[in-house]
């Protein structure tokens, strides 16, 4: 079945410990990206991979790492969570680029206390 | 860089009536303008798309319209039903930075 998968699916954190949000595609889909949703806001992209070794900054990319060493992952590092990262994570895959279908991961609901 | 705005950030509709979301965006290099459907704590799924070479796109119950000149798009559904209800995202993307661009979404509710 083609579809994105995000590991861990809820996690509640502290200031400070790092994490790593996982994400992975089997649709061979060269662009990847985060986005975070809060209410009010919509979805704001995070960061963004064109293919494997290129990634560039989206909207919000403050406090956020990312990594593209395989086509398939797209790991989302937090070195030092805050309470304003308190967020909704999508992960989001698609062939075309930023032109063509984005399929969305279940989400990660994040806490950080 | 591109700034995409959205309205009404809710909207009540009857069963039966008609849903209009409208869009604006920025940047005039943009094609490319997804809609996007949320349910409850669901994941966002497209639903329909339009690509700057094209007017109006309809499926079903679903259109789409885009003004280049004025920079705007909206979402049409006719003979809205319960099942309509969700939060609706427009998005505009096509610059040569690969980024999308959301709008904050319309919650939209279709009381029986």
């Known amino acids: 079945e083609a579809q994105v998968t995000q590991n861990p699916r809820y996690l509640i954190t502290v200031t400070g410990k790092k994490l790593t949000v996982t994400c992975s595609q089997n649709?061979?889909?060269?662009?990847m990206s985060w986005y975070r949703q809060d209410p009010g806001l919509g979805l704001r992209q995070i960061y963004y991979?064109?293919?494997?070794?290129?990634?560039d900054k989206g909207d919000v990319p403050e406090g956020y790492k990312v990594s593209r060493k395989e086509k398939r992952n797209f790991p989302l590092i937090l070195e030092s969570p805050s309470p304003n990262q308190t967020s909704l994570y999508f992960c989001?895959?698609?062939?075309?680029?930023?032109?063509?279908?984005?399929?969305f991961g279940p989400g990660t609901r994040l806490t950080v206390l | 860089g591109e700034n995409v705005e959205q309205h009404p950030s809710t909207l009540s509709v009857q069963e039966g009536d008609s849903a209009v979301i409208k869009c604006t965006y920025s940047?005039?290099?943009?094609?490319?303008f997804p809609w996007y459907k949320q349910e409850l704590g669901k994941r966002p799924q497209l639903i329909i798309d339009?690509?700057?070479?094209?007017g109006e796109k309809k499926d079903q119950r679903i259109a789409v319209t885009l003004n280049k000149t004025a920079k705007h798009f909206s979402l049409h559904i006719t003979e809205t039903q319960p099942e309509d209800s969700a939060v609706y995202f427009c998005?505009?993307?096509?610059?040569?930075?690969?980024?999308?661009?959301f709008g904050a979404g319309t919650q939209v509710v279709v009381t029986p």
């Open positions: 998005a505009a993307g096509g610059d040569s930075w690969g980024k999308l661009q």
């Open positions: 940047d005039s290099a943009s094609n490319y």
């Open positions: 649709m061979n889909h060269e662009y």
């Open positions: 991979s064109m293919n494997v070794e290129v990634t």
């Open positions: 989001a895959s698609s062939l075309g680029g930023n032109t063509d279908t984005q399929y």
């Open positions: 339009i690509r700057s070479n094209v």
